[in-house]
C-alpha cells in the first residue's frame, strides 16, 4: 500500500525531515511521491502532508489530493465494495469526491462505514471559519462500530471466500504490455489457507496468466549428508543437489506437494514455484538492519519469524526449477495474498482446541471473537509493514 505522513504542528516550529523516514515512505510508494503544505491563518498551524503512491487503480493519481474547496485526502488502501468505480476511475480521487460532499462528523463516518476494504486515511477538511477538521464525538465512533457489527451476514464460506478473492485479484491497473510477467503472487507453504487461495485466484485470473508462489525456506544449520551414516558424500553430487537439501524445510516440501495438486487441478495455468532460499548471514543482516523495524511495537519470536518469512517471500528473489534445474527469478507481482487470519477465523490452532475443551462451543467463540478484534493492529499492520516495504500489497 502507499506511504502517507502528516504531521501538525505550531507554525513557528521548524521542521527537518529525517532522511530515512522519507526513504522508508518512499518504498511504500514507490509510483509517485509529493509533498504539501496547509497553513492556518486565524489559527497558526501548520500541517504538512507527504504521499507516495502505489498505483493500483485507474490512472495514476498524485497525492496529496486536493479539491477546488481545498480539502485533501492522503489515501491508503482499496476499495472493494460500496462505491461503484469503473475500470479508468481511480479510488483516491472517488473516495475524496464523497468526502467533500460531507458536511458534518455523522455524514463522513456514514460515508466510511460503508466503504469496503483494508484502508487508512488522512483528510483535511477545510472550514469557513479555518477551524479544521472538528473532531469525532465518542458517541460518533461508537455509531460506526455498531452498523460495521451489524454488517450482514453471508452464508456459504467458499463463496464469500471467492469473491473477496476476485475483488483483489481483479481490482489491478492495466498492465497489458507486461507479457508472462506474473500480477498476483500467493504466500504459498502448501498448507491448506495457501492452497485455497491459490485455487480461488485461478477461478478468476485470465488463463494467459502466470501465478507466481512464494515459498521461503531458512538454511538449515547442516544439509543432510550421508557422513551421518560414516559415508563420505559422493564427488558426483552436485552444487544444486546439496543447495537443495540445505533448504528442505517442511514448508518447501509440502510446498512442492501443493504445486503437483495445482498443477493436476489447472495445467493449462502456468504455476511459478519460487523457491526463496534465505542463508543464515543474509537473514541476520537484513533482520537487523530492516525488518526489525518494520515488525516493531511487536517484539515475540512468532513475531520476528513470521516477519522475517513474509518479508523475504514479498522481495519475490528466488529460483524456478525445472527439469531439475533451477534458474534465478524475481517475481513481478505487485500483489500478494498473504491468507494471514484463516486459522483465527478457523480455529487452526492449538490453543483453540484447549479453549473448547475447557470452555466448550461458547468459549472458543469467545476466544475467536477476541482474536479477530484486534487482528488488524496485531497481525495485518504486520504484514502489511513488511511487504509495503517491497513496493507491493498485501491483500
Not at 87 to 104: G, I, K, Y
Not at 150 to 166: F, M, N, P, Q, T
Not at 358 to 366: A, C, E, M, P, Y
Request: hydrophobic share 40%; aromatic share 6%; net charge neutral.
Amino acid at each position: 500500500m502507499c506511504g502517507i505522513f502528516c504531521l501538525v504542528s505550531p507554525a513557528s516550529s521548524p521542521f527537518t525531515w529525517d532522511d530515512r523516514v522519507y526513504q522508508l515512505l518512499k518504498r511504500r510508494g514507490p509510483d509517485s511521491s509529493k509533498d504539501a503544505i496547509v497553513s492556518g491563518c486565524q489559527l497558526p498551524y501548520r500541517c504538512l502532508f507527504s504521499a507516495h503512491v502505489l498505483h493500483m487503480r485507474g490512472l495514476l493519481t498524485t497525492q496529496p489530493l486536493q479539491d477546488p474547496a481545498g480539502n485533501i485526502l492522503l489515501w491508503n488502501g482499496e476499495v472493494f465494495g460500496a462505491l461503484q468505480l469503473l475500470p479508468t476511475e481511480n479510488d483516491t480521487a472517488v473516495v475524496l469526491q464523497r468526502l467533500s460532499s460531507c458536511s458534518d462528523p455523522c455524514d463522513i463516518l456514514s460515508f466510511l462505514c460503508t466503504v469496503r476494504g483494508p484502508w487508512g486515511f488522512v483528510y483535511y477538511q477545510k472550514m469557513d471559519k479555518d477551524h479544521g477538521n472538528p473532531e469525532s464525538t465518542v458517541e460518533d465512533l461508537e455509531e460506526l462500530l455498531d452498523l460495521i457489527k451489524k454488517d450482514k451476514a453471508v452464508k456459504g464460506l467458499i463463496d464469500v471466500l471467492s469473491e473477496a478473492v476476485r475483488r483483489r485479484v481483479q481490482s489491478l491497473p492495466d498492465e497489458s504490455q507486461a507479457g508472462e510477467r506474473s500480477r498476483i503472487a500467493v504466500l504459498f507453504s502448501g498448507g491448506i489457507d495457501s492452497m485455497i487461495l491459490a485455487v480461488l485466484a485461478h477461478r478468476h485470473v485470465p488463463h494467459c496468466q502466470s501465478v507466481d508462489l512464494l515459498n521461503v525456506a531458512f538454511q538449515q544449520h547442516e544439509a543432510r549428508k550421508d557422513s551421518a551414516r560414516g559415508q563420505k558424500p559422493s564427488r558426483s553430487q552436485s552444487e544444486t543437489q546439496m543447495r537443495t537439501a540445505m533448504f528442505d524445510v517442511p514448508d518447501r516440501i509440502t510446498g512442492r506437494s501443493g504445486l503437483k495438486e495445482l498443477q493436476a487441478l489447472a495445467p493449462q495455468r502456468r504455476w511459478n514455484f519460487v523457491e526463496v532460499d534465505v542463508r543464515r548471514e543474509e537473514l541476520q543482516e537484513m533482520r537487523r538492519t530492516r525488518i526489525a523495524d518494520l515488525v516493531y511495537p511487536l517484539d515475540t519470536v512468532l513475531d520476528d519469524s513470521i516477519g522475517c518469512a513474509v518479508w523475504f517471500a514479498a522481495r519475490g528473489e528466488g529460483f524456478l526449477a525445472r527439469d531439475h534445474h533451477r534458474t534465478v527469478f524475481v517475481s513481478s507481482a505487485k500483489v500478494i495474498l498473504t491468507g494471514i487470519g484463516a486459522d483465527e477465523q478457523l480455529a487452526g490452532y492449538a490453543r483453540h482446541r484447549v479453549r473448547f475443551k475447557t470452555s466448550g462451543h461458547q468459549g472458543l467463540v469467545q476466544e475467536i471473537a477476541m482474536e479477530l478484534g484486534r487482528i488488524s493492529s496485531r497481525n495485518l499492520g504486520r504484514d502489511d509493514r513488511v511487504i509495503a516495504d517491497h513496493g507491493k500489497e498485501a491483500r
